[in-house]
């Protein structure tokens, strides 16, 4: 029951008992007054009747001592007496009208008359006196008719007395017992109103509002403290203050969903800048090498809780191969086939999950039948894919991550870019920096590493041979047969340069159809090797264009060691002064650069 009614009900019965109690204490008090009425009327006839009686008996003496003395004092002072009768009368008569029975006025009408009767026989009395009739006189007042009728007014008057007496207690006893009735009910009244109060104070206050309001006001000190951990109030009764903490639990869940969301915001934020901050350090950065060191740093991070790894697309073999990885993820292999991911395969996150059926990726070391919490995200740049991003451990933050999903495709998308700009910018450094004809590298390469390369060769005591090669009449090629069977020519001799190019070696097309091959780590007797096995493979080549032989193709080639010739800054033009001399002795030969300790030797053709 709500408050209110039990508020309405409690002060309409509280109202409904003070009329009552106040209405039996007006009976009470009316009753109180009737029996102060009834015994104030009773002294008053009384009273009245006691002086009726006196006087009756007064105006007796005063007659009898007038007839006795003939002393005309007593004849004045009995008149006087008569005079104070009539009042005396008149008050009984008037007090007997308002209060007495008809009975008792029958009585009091009685005593009125003898009072009358003994006046008369009074006035007969002192008329025969004065007329000189003394025994006359004398019968008159002292015969014994005259003593019974002063005998029967005296037992008139205690009759009337008795009367009024007998009826007065009665009235008073009914009156006390009516007051009494109405008292005990007032009481009774007033002994409700004050257990109704004490208890509505007690099991409605004290119980149903106060404790609640208590408690409620703890939890809500706490919650202006943004302390949320206190459980909220579980009131089952149905009334305002229920209603109150209904809201108060609302507001509690709504301040909690507030928080989680500021958190969530906080935590998005953070994760936001930290991709941010990952996405200006990939884009800064110069090789795979620097991007892979970046992302093994930045992923943890965003990814707070979760292992993972980082694949590569190997393009000669077509399998994904690990870069990097984090936090020790169990599942997942160190290298498979790109058909090994269906993220790969459908180009978009995969993820398999217990909650969320689907079909986990083969690459994924797993028991028959177990579908551990991953998932793929596919490192797409340029509509090809780079590599991909391989989380686990989803299930200890399930809610996180799926928040954070966004986060995730996001964090994938700018790997994705950030490789894919790499791989761009050495695609085009590569075209900056490679011969389009022979696919060697160019003049712009040679002049960023010579320096580098002679240096290390240099410093380090390391030797270094530089061969510069020309091609042996290369004009009358392009004179005879046309420039594109010259760029024929420059192709396979390119070919043959990148065939004979070891792995530390580097090739470059000098100039025209000039060549330079730069050799750290060999000495000046296997450079000459080298280069005789250059120039016999160009010597052996057959070439036609369009139809027609091109002949027989030969080059010169000079070589210059370091530091047996000269120190790494002059191996160029000392290379390039032997590939002179090389052409001056009759071409297609190898010449040695010349200094104070070799002399020079050449191989004919």
């Known amino acids: 029951m709500r408050l209110e009614v039990i508020t309405n009900w409690a002060y309409g019965i509280t109202v409904a008992l003070t009329i009552v109690s106040g209405t039996a204490m007006l009976c009470a008090s009316s009753a109180q007054r009737e029996e102060r009425t009834a015994r104030e009327t009773r002294h008053d006839l009384e009273q009245a009747n006691h002086v009726l009686t006196d006087e009756v008996y007064m105006l007796t003496n005063r007659a009898r001592e007038y007839v006795s003395t003939g002393d005309p004092a007593y004849l004045t002072m009995y008149r006087a007496e008569l005079e104070n009768l009539k009042p005396a009368e008149d008050r009984l008569g008037s007090t007997a009208a308002k209060g007495t029975t008809a009975d008792e006025r029958r009585i009091l009408t009685e005593a009125f008359n003898l009072a009358d009767a003994l006046q008369d026989e009074q006035a007969e009395a002192i008329s025969a006196y004065q007329e000189g009739d003394l025994d006359e006189a004398r019968q008159w007042l002292f015969g014994p008719e005259y003593e019974r009728e002063l005998d029967r007014l005296r ?172 936090e020790a993820p169990k599942y997942s292999t160190h290298e498979f086939s790109t058909l090994a991911c269906w993220a790969l395969r459908r180009g978009m996150p995969h993820h398999p999950s217990s909650e969320n059926v689907d079909v986990p990726c083969p690459h994924l070391d797993i028991a028959e039948g177990e579908t551990p919490d991953t998932i793929c995200l596919p490192l797409i740049g340029q509509r090809e894919v780079i590599g991909l991003l391989y989380l686990e451990g989803l299930e200890d933050l399930s809610d996180d991550c799926a928040q954070q999903g966004h986060l995730l495709a996001m964090l994938a998308e700018n790997i994705g870019l950030a490789l894919a700009n790499l791989k761009l910018r050495e695609d085009l450094r590569e075209m900056a920096m490679a011969d389009s004809l022979t696919g060697l590298a160019n003049r712009r390469q040679l002049d960023l590493v010579l320096q580098k390369q002679l240096g290390r060769g240099g410093h380090n005591d390391e030797p270094i041979s530089v061969l510069m090669a020309d091609v042996d009449h290369f004009k009358r090629i392009n004179d005879t047969f046309g420039h594109d069977a010259g760029d024929a020519v420059l192709r396979e001799v390119g070919a043959v340069l990148r065939d004979a190019t070891r792995k530390s070696d580097l090739s470059f097309r000098y100039g025209g159809e000039e060549f330079l091959m730069m050799l750290p780590g060999t000495d000046l007797p296997t450079a000459i090797e080298r280069a005789e096995e250059v120039r016999t493979r160009i010597e052996d080549l057959t070439l036609s264009f369009n139809g027609h032989s091109l002949g027989s193709i030969s080059i010169s080639i000079g070589i210059a060691n370091s530091p047996l010739h000269s120190s790494f800054e002059g191996l160029v033009p000392l290379a390039d002064t032997a590939l002179l001399r090389a052409k001056s002795l009759g071409r297609n030969r190898v010449e040695i650069a010349e200094n104070r300790r070799t002399r020079r030797t050449g191989s004919a053709a």
């Open 155 to 326: 037992a008139v008057a205690e009759r009337f007395a008795d009367n009024v007496d007998q009826r007065t207690r009665e009235l008073v006893r009914d009156t006390e017992r009516t007051a009494r009735f109405w008292r005990i009910i007032s009481e009774i009244a007033v002994g409700v109103t004050a257990l109704l109060f004490l208890c509505v104070l007690y099991f409605v206050f004290k119980r149903r509002v106060l404790h609640p309001v208590v408690k409620l006001s703890d939890v809500l000190r706490r919650m202006t403290r943004q302390d949320y951990s206190s459980q909220p109030l579980e009131i089952p009764q149905i009334d305002e203050i229920g209603d109150m903490a209904h809201a108060v639990t609302l507001f509690r869940e709504n301040a909690l969903e507030r928080q989680r969301l500021e958190q969530e915001r906080d935590r998005d934020r953070t994760s936001r800048e930290l991709i941010s901050r990952m996405t200006q350090r990939m884009q800064g950065s110069d090789n795979v090498a620097d991007v892979v060191d970046i992302i093994r740093r930045f992923v943890p991070r965003v990814a707070m809780g979760l292992a993972g790894r980082l694949y590569l697309l190997d393009r000669n073999r077509n399998v994904m191969v690990e870069t990097c990885q984090w």
